[in-house]
T-cell receptor, first 113, second 119 residues
Framework: AQSVTQLGSHVSVSEGALVLLRCNYS??????LFWYVQYPNQGLQLLLK??????LVKGINGFEAEFKKSETSFHLTKPSAHMSDAAEYFC???????????FGQGTRLTINP | GAGVSQTPSNKVTEKGKYVELRCDPI?????LYWYRQSLGQGPEFLIY??????ADDSGLPNDRFFAVRPEGSVSTLKIQRTERGDSAVYLC???????WGLGKTGELFFGEGSRLTVL
């Protein structure tokens, strides 16, 4: 069964610093991969997704993620953190042909002024 | 409305009571999903509707949980004989078509959720 592991339930960075949120997946075949963001009292919002093609994917708000098949990873990065990036981030995976999105446990990102 | 609407936003009930949670998807979206998010966890899949039928209900934890979508639009998640362990945020999401498959990479739109507290 496919699963997603997000390393670090809480990550804290300074404003302007690099953001790195880690995601590893287990799947028998290359899956589709997603990052969602959840701001307080709001619904989940899609940040970016990898399906096929270029392994470096750019999303909204300056975030990007790179699919590394050899490492079964899909880490999320942003070069310079902004206070407005404070939120909960979820990595998710779906096997091709399936209809169930499987989420990781989430990483809460805190930005320090 | 423009987005997925869920009501109530908050529900407090007593152990053993019956609860209904409603989801109003984006107009025209044929696929509808229910997820449950417990504190400190990621969303867990409950059930997926394509049109009026439940295409996959493998995530429903037990027979106390049931969901319907009689006209292929609004869906209701029903929980009988609630238990304290049912306390969670219940998320609904919709998409224009079945979201994923070979060559399909649609987007799932989530509502803000219904927070259920069972005392």
């Amino acid at each position: 069964a496919q699963s997603v592991t997000q390393l670090g339930s809480h990550v804290s960075v300074s404003e302007g610093a690099l953001v790195l949120l880690r995601c590893n997946y287990s799947s028998s075949v290359p899956p589709y991969l997603f990052w969602y963001v959840q701001y307080p009292n709001q619904g989940l919002q899609l940040l970016l997704k990898y399906t096929t093609g270029a392994t470096l994917v750019k999303g909204i708000n300056g975030f990007e993620a790179e699919f590394k098949k050899s490492e079964t990873s899909f880490h999320l990065t942003k070069p310079s953190a902004h206070m407005s990036d404070a939120a909960e981030y979820f990595c998710a995976v779906i096997e091709r042909g399936a209809q169930k999105l499987v989420f990781g446990q989430g990483t809460r990102l805190t930005i320090n002024p | 409305g423009a987005g997925v609407s869920q009501t109530p936003s908050n529900k407090v009930t007593e152990k053993g009571k019956y609860v209904e949670l409603r989801c109003d998807p984006i107009s025209g979206h044929t696929a509808l999903y229910w997820y449950r998010q417990s504190l400190g966890q990621g969303p867990e899949f409950l059930i997926y509707f394509q049109g009026t039928g439940a295409a996959d209900d493998s995530g429903l934890p037990n027979d106390r949980f049931f969901a319907v979508r009689p006209e292929g639009s609004v869906s209701t998640l029903k929980i009988q004989r609630t238990e304290r362990g049912d306390s969670a945020v219940y998320l609904c999401a919709s998409s224009l078509t079945p979201v994923w498959g070979l060559g399909k990479t649609g987007e799932l739109f989530f509502g803000e959720g219904s927070r259920l507290t069972v005392l």
